[in-house]
């Protein structure tokens, strides 16, 4: 039996996370749709592939990091919606609220993949930050989607939603 832990480093844009609570929980979740037949009911009997979405989860103990106001604000300043009808990122980055999310890890004695990317990484539609203004430590919940890929010069990347080496 192999059991695999160690800590990561965490960039968002280039810029630095800091520490996290318990690190980066990286999650997934496929959706199908499901293919009954009259003669079992609602037994499903097979299933369609209709993709995945990827989304990570994280508390950061350093406010001021410097990547916490792009993961906090993505579409500007403080305080400030952005440009509404914006979309997160367009092909070529000309537009981007998202960026890339990089984990390194710490010891490569340790298991586990020495780098992973996930390159476009914006905050999570609909997800409450909450940022504390009283004595005590500020922490930061973060919810970040990642999107695949999908730009169609590229097709050997389409559908992918980072790497990991």
């Not at 980066?24 to 369609?48: E, H, M, V």
């Not at 997800?127 to 989607?145: A, M, Q, S, T």
């Given at each position: 039996?192999?059991?695999?832990?160690?800590?990561?480093?965490?960039?968002?844009?280039?810029?630095?996370?800091?520490?996290t609570?318990?690190?980066?929980?990286?999650?997934?979740?496929l959706?199908?749709?499901?293919?009954?037949?009259?003669?079992?009911?609602?037994?499903?009997?097979?299933?369609?592939?209709?993709?995945?979405?990827?989304?990570?989860?994280?508390?950061?103990?350093?406010?001021d990091?410097?990547a916490?106001?792009?993961?906090?604000?993505?579409?500007?300043?403080?305080?400030?919606?952005?440009?509404?009808g914006?979309?997160?990122?367009?092909?070529?980055?000309?537009?981007?609220?998202?960026?890339?999310?990089?984990?390194?890890?710490?010891?490569?004695?340790?298991?586990?993949?020495?780098?992973?990317t996930?390159?476009?990484?914006?905050?999570?539609?609909?997800?409450?930050?909450?940022?504390?203004?009283?004595?005590?430590?500020?922490?930061?919940?973060?919810?970040?989607?990642?999107?695949?890929?999908?730009?169609?010069?590229s097709?050997?990347?389409?559908?992918?939603?980072?790497?990991?080496?």
């Amino acid at each position: 039996m192999t059991f695999v832990a160690g800590c990561y480093t965490a960039t968002f844009k280039t810029l630095r996370i800091g520490h996290t609570a318990e690190g980066i929980r990286l999650g997934q979740q496929l959706f199908k749709r499901l293919i009954t037949s009259d003669r079992l009911g609602q037994s499903p009997i097979n299933a369609i592939n209709q993709g995945m979405e990827m989304l990570s989860n994280f508390r950061c103990l350093e406010f001021d990091a410097a990547a916490m106001q792009s993961l906090i604000w993505p579409f500007g300043s403080a305080f400030n919606c952005g440009l509404v009808g914006a979309v997160d990122w367009t092909p070529g980055g000309s537009t981007n609220a998202a960026g890339s999310l990089v984990l390194t890890r710490l010891n490569s004695s340790l298991g586990g993949p020495a780098t992973i990317t996930l390159p476009q990484s914006v905050l999570q539609e609909n997800f409450p930050v909450e940022l504390l203004y009283g004595p005590d430590l500020r922490e930061v919940p973060i919810r970040l989607r990642h999107y695949p890929l999908y730009d169609d010069s590229s097709p050997s990347t389409m559908g992918s939603f980072g790497s990991s080496t």
